[in-house]
Structure formats: C-alpha cells, structure tokens
C-alpha cells in the first residue's frame, strides 16, 4: 500500500509564510515526479507547482516568483514553500505523485488535502 499525507497548512496573515509537506509511505520503489494542486471552494483543481525526477519545476503563472517547490527523495518527501501569501491562495492543497512501488507498478496517487487560509 502507498500513502501520501500533507501537512502545514494553516491560518495566516496576508504576506505571511507556509510550507507544506507531503510523505509518501508503503511499498514506494521510487517517485518519478511530484505536483501540488488546489482547489478553492466552486472551483476547479488547479496545477500550483510541479517538479520532476531531474528537479525541473513549473509554476503556475499567479504563484510563480512566491511559491517554490522541492524534494527530499531520501524522504520520499515534497515540499511547498508559499511567501508573500495573498487571500486569493486560500484553497485545499493536495500532493500528487506518480510512484513505481514494489514489483514495479507504477500508478498515480493523491493526498487527501490540507486546508490553506490566508486572511486580509
């Protein structure tokens, strides 16, 4: 089984700082590629940030400059770093990642979510 939890969301101010993490856990072999996505409330879910196995980044152009996206691959970990936070970033932030488990299946999977709040 393979799992993928985030954490460090929170409530903060305008301007403010976040970092999000997301673990992968279970029969992981390697992770070929990661990506953070959210979804504000009657909105569709969006690409923020993605990263490759050679750590080549894309951004979406509103997060772009603020946000950075990195991994540990000794943790099977990513990580969002969210500066200069606006109230237009509120949204639920979700990690995905492609993953080669053990016995070489590779197949998709998603975290469940953790809840950003930027306040004005």
């Known amino acids: 089984q393979v799992q993928l939890v985030e954490s460090g969301g929170g409530l903060v101010q305008a301007g403010g700082s976040l970092r999000l993490s997301c673990t992968g856990s279970g029969s992981i072999v390697s992770i070929n590629a990661m990506a953070w996505y959210r979804q504000a409330p009657g909105k569709q879910r969006e690409l923020v940030a993605g990263?490759?196995?050679?750590?080549?980044?894309n951004y979406a152009d509103s997060v772009k400059d603020r946000f950075t996206i990195s991994r540990d691959n000794a943790k099977n970990t990513v990580y969002l770093q969210m500066n200069s936070l606006k109230p237009e970033d509120t949204a639920v932030y979700s990690c995905?990642?492609?993953?080669?488990?053990?016995?070489?299946?590779?197949?998709?999977?998603w975290g469940q979510g953790t809840q950003v709040t930027v306040s004005s």
């Open positions: 995905y990642a492609r993953i080669l488990t053990t016995g070489r299946f590779i197949d998709d999977y």
């Open positions: 990263i490759s196995t050679g750590d080549s980044t």
